[in-house]
């Protein structure tokens, strides 16, 4: 019994991985757009971080406001990654590949799981490039490697999240342009009625509500804590790992039920 289930376990990851190998294969023959994907968070930092850095009171304590930003626009430019990934899928169901998928004995949530993890590449890309533009800066970063550690996890599961929750958006508009429209209505209120640019203290009572009910709002707190030196949890990294772990799990269920109605 326990070999059998070891196997089966070993075979649903096995399936995941061929999806996400098949993903990151995509963006092997177009590696122009990780170069394109890293001019935004060049003009959050450089410009925005320091023009807005001579403003008193938008970081928390006596943290700088460009180490306060930092982490806040690796989030963000995760989440810009992420949110609009459920477009590939419209394109697969256009060209006939998602109905390969469907009939493929892979498991619906192997399927789902496998596209997730495959946003983790550009996820990470993204981590890359905002490390490079923050030390340049003089950011002061955690190198630690534990630090490191958790912080590709942090993105890895920040950028699972917010790509299956597009996923979930292109099943149900399923036409390119719509997606395209609904998306950029999402982020930007995803991104601003977050902790990302300013602390969640200065915020009025009602957006304050809709930060603490925002995913990335724990993202954010939880790479405070781990990317900066001398960073810490607002929340605690205990829960905000558990609140994005339990909203990703959530999303993978409700997107493993309306995957394939893509096809119909």
């Known amino acids: 019994m326990v070999d059998r289930a070891v196997l089966a376990i070993i075979g649903y990851l096995s399936q995941a991985g061929a999806v996400a190998a098949a993903e990151v294969q995509k963006l092997r023959h177009d590696p122009s757009e990780l170069l394109t994907r890293a001019i935004q968070p060049a003009i959050w930092?450089?410009?925005f971080g320091e023009v807005m850095a001579q403003v008193r009171g938008l970081s928390a304590g006596n943290t700088r406001y460009l180490d306060f930003l930092a982490p806040g626009i690796l989030a963000q430019s995760v989440l810009f990654a992420a949110i609009?990934?459920?477009?590939?899928?419209?394109?697969e169901r256009d060209l006939g590949v998602l109905h390969r998928y469907m009939v493929s004995p892979a498991p619906r949530s192997a399927?789902?799981?496998g596209k997730a993890v495959s946003s983790t590449i550009r996820g990470l890309s993204q981590a890359v490039v905002v490390y490079l533009l923050a030390f340049s800066l003089g950011i002061t970063l955690d190198f630690g490697l534990l630090h490191l550690l958790a912080v590709a996890l942090l993105i890895a599961l920040g950028s699972g999240l917010f790509s299956t929750f597009s996923l979930i958006i292109a099943c149900i508009v399923r036409t390119r342009e719509r997606f395209m429209g609904i998306g950029q209505v999402l982020t930007m209120p995803i991104f601003f009625a977050s902790n990302a640019i300013y602390p969640i203290t200065i915020m009025p009572p009602w957006v304050r509500a809709i930060a603490l009910a925002n995913p990335l709002t724990y993202e954010?707190?939880?790479l405070r804590a781990l990317m900066l030196a001398g960073g810490a949890s607002r929340f605690g990294l205990g829960l905000d790992a558990f609140i994005l772990l339990a909203v990703f799990a959530a999303l993978v269920a409700i997107a493993t039920?309306?995957?394939p109605r893509m096809t119909m």
Do not use: E, N, P, Q
């Open 220 to 222: 954010v707190d939880a």
């Open 45 to 47: 930092l450089v410009l």
């Open 111 to 113: 399927l789902v799981l």
């Open 84 to 91: 609009f990934y459920g477009i590939a899928a419209i394109w």
């Open 257 to 259: 039920r309306m995957y």
